[in-house]
Nanobody, 112 residues
């Protein structure tokens, strides 16, 4: 299984950040994905998870601005983060349910 994040490298403040995680699974299907980020000079921060049930779970402090959806036909998971600010600048990762598989990460900068 391989995961690949994609999306814009630069987003302006107050806009919505949208990132896609594409799952190349071969014979294995991933039904649940975590999104995690790491701001510059800081540790990893869990953002949320799309469960196999279709339910999504989010970090309390980000819940109001976050949504994670799934496109089954394209084997993709999308993270949307609204009303971004420079504090949302980070490397964003998608990872499997138990964090055993990670994407390489994509850098997002929020700046005008």
């Amino acid at each position: 299984v391989q995961l690949q994040e994609s999306g814009p490298g630069l987003v302006k403040p107050s806009q919505t950040l949208s990132l896609t995680c594409t799952v190349s699974s071969g014979s294995t299907t991933l039904n649940s994905i975590n999104w995690i980020r790491q701001p510059p000079g800081k540790g990893l921060e869990w953002i949320g998870r799309r469960a196999s049930s279709g339910n999504s779970y989010y970090k309390p402090g980000l819940r109001s601005r976050t949504s994670i959806s799934r496109d089954t036909s394209n084997n993709q998971f999308t993270l949307n983060l609204t009303s971004v600010s420079p504090e949302d600048t980070a490397v964003y990762y998608c990872a499997s349910r138990y964090l055993e598989v990670w994407g390489q990460g994509t850098t997002v900068t929020v700046s005008s």
